[in-house]
């Protein structure tokens, strides 16, 4: 799955390229979520996948179920190959969405360069619904240094027990008022090669977590990025400098580590977030484009 998403990408470059044991997490409900073509002699010719994910705001409460589609772009007959596996990816949509008390949404998102997948699903009824961008920030630039807020303490926190695991994600709920991340997912996460390097920066007040976000890189990444993600603040810390100093104590972290950069997410609709990461020194390196199916 990983070499054909690999030359897809070649292709099309319209998306970053999936590790293949992403393809064991949770979601994928020990294969049930994944369909492949095969020919008659095992050649292997394409695969769907569905993952249900996070209720959307963007969406109107639906639940987004994340497909990625991806057919050998050198076979003959690739485009007929390609529908029967997106209309298996709809059938098994529909099966999910009756297990769920929401409407739901198969979605897809890909680099706004990449307009031959784009135009591919939007002549198939997919409609756009969400930007968002991929900033970087150059590491060998000086990272400012931000004080820490009264009553709380910051440490690196790799959440080795089960209890701490489930306290931290109580936390990321509660603030993110979303079940994106459930515990399966976290551990799941846990037992990847990024988690061996990687840490959250976790900011505690009075023993409760104030504020969070997980720092990592691939060990043999090539291009030396590292990533930021699954950031929160508690509403009574925020306005007090707390998002820039976990921010900052991230950024450090990575390059202590040897990288050259650090990448982060963040949907065009939230402007103030944006603002935040450019005053600290990241910059629009790729636009993202969310299209979606409604079952």
């Given at each position: 799955?990983?070499?054909?998403?690999?030359?897809?990408?070649?292709?099309?470059?319209?998306?970053?390229?999936?590790?293949?044991?992403?393809?064991?997490?949770?979601?994928?409900?020990?294969?049930?979520?994944?369909?492949?073509?095969?020919?008659?002699?095992?050649?292997?010719?394409?695969?769907?996948?569905?993952?249900?994910?996070?209720?959307?705001?963007?969406?109107?409460?639906?639940?987004?179920?994340?497909?990625?589609?991806?057919?050998?772009?050198?076979?003959?007959?690739?485009?007929?190959i390609k529908d029967a596996l997106?209309?298996?990816?709809?059938?098994?949509?529909?099966?999910?969405?009756?297990?769920?008390?929401?409407?739901?949404?198969?979605?897809?998102?890909?680099?706004?360069?990449?307009?031959?997948?784009?135009?591919?699903?939007?002549?198939?009824?997919?409609?756009?619904?969400?930007?968002?961008?991929?900033?970087?920030?150059?590491?060998?630039?000086?990272?400012?240094?931000?004080?820490?807020?009264?009553?709380?303490?910051?440490?690196?926190w790799k959440m080795e027990t089960?209890?701490?695991?489930?306290?931290?994600?109580?936390?990321?709920?509660?603030?993110?008022?979303?079940?994106?991340?459930?515990?399966?997912?976290?551990?799941?996460?846990?037992?990847?090669?990024?988690?061996?390097?990687?840490?959250?920066?976790?900011?505690?007040?009075?023993?409760?977590?104030?504020?969070?976000?997980?720092?990592?890189?691939?060990?043999?990444?090539?291009?030396?990025?590292?990533?930021?993600?699954?950031?929160?603040?508690?509403?009574?810390?925020?306005?007090?400098?707390?998002?820039?100093?976990?921010?900052?104590?991230?950024?450090?972290?990575?390059?202590?580590?040897?990288?050259?950069?650090?990448?982060?997410?963040?949907?065009?609709?939230?402007?103030?977030?944006?603002?935040?990461?450019?005053?600290?020194?990241?910059?629009?390196?790729?636009?993202?484009?969310?299209?979606?199916?409604?079952?």
């Amino acid at each position: 799955m990983e070499d054909l998403q690999a030359r897809c990408i070649r292709a099309c470059p319209d998306t970053s390229l999936l590790p293949g044991g992403f393809y064991f997490a949770p979601g994928f409900d020990n294969g049930a979520n994944i369909f492949i073509a095969a020919g008659l002699n095992g050649e292997y010719y394409g695969h769907v996948v569905v993952y249900p994910y996070q209720i959307s705001r963007a969406l109107d409460g639906a639940r987004v179920l994340w497909m990625d589609l991806r057919v050998d772009p050198h076979l003959p007959g690739g485009p007929l190959i390609k529908d029967a596996l997106l209309l298996k990816a709809i059938d098994r949509a529909g099966e999910i969405q009756q297990k769920l008390s929401e409407p739901a949404v198969l979605s897809v998102t890909y680099f706004a360069r990449g307009a031959a997948s784009i135009e591919y699903l939007q002549a198939r009824g997919f409609r756009h619904y969400e930007t968002a961008y991929i900033l970087r920030r150059d590491l060998s630039n000086p990272i400012p240094e931000f004080p820490i807020p009264a009553g709380v303490t910051l440490l690196p926190w790799k959440m080795e027990t089960v209890r701490e695991q489930e306290e931290y994600i109580r936390a990321y709920e509660s603030v993110l008022n979303n079940d994106a991340w459930d515990l399966k997912g976290l551990q799941h996460f846990m037992s990847s090669d990024f988690w061996s390097v990687g840490t959250t920066f976790t900011a505690f007040a009075g023993g409760q977590i104030a504020g969070s976000l997980i720092a990592y890189y691939g060990p043999d990444d090539p291009e030396k990025i590292g990533t930021t993600e699954h950031f929160f603040v508690l509403p009574q810390w925020r306005q007090q400098g707390l998002a820039s100093l976990l921010i900052a104590e991230a950024l450090r972290f990575l390059k202590s580590r040897g990288l050259a950069e650090a990448e982060l997410q963040v949907t065009a609709e939230n402007p103030r977030a944006i603002t935040t990461y450019q005053k600290l020194g990241y910059e629009v390196y790729q636009e993202e484009v969310s299209l979606g199916f409604a079952i």
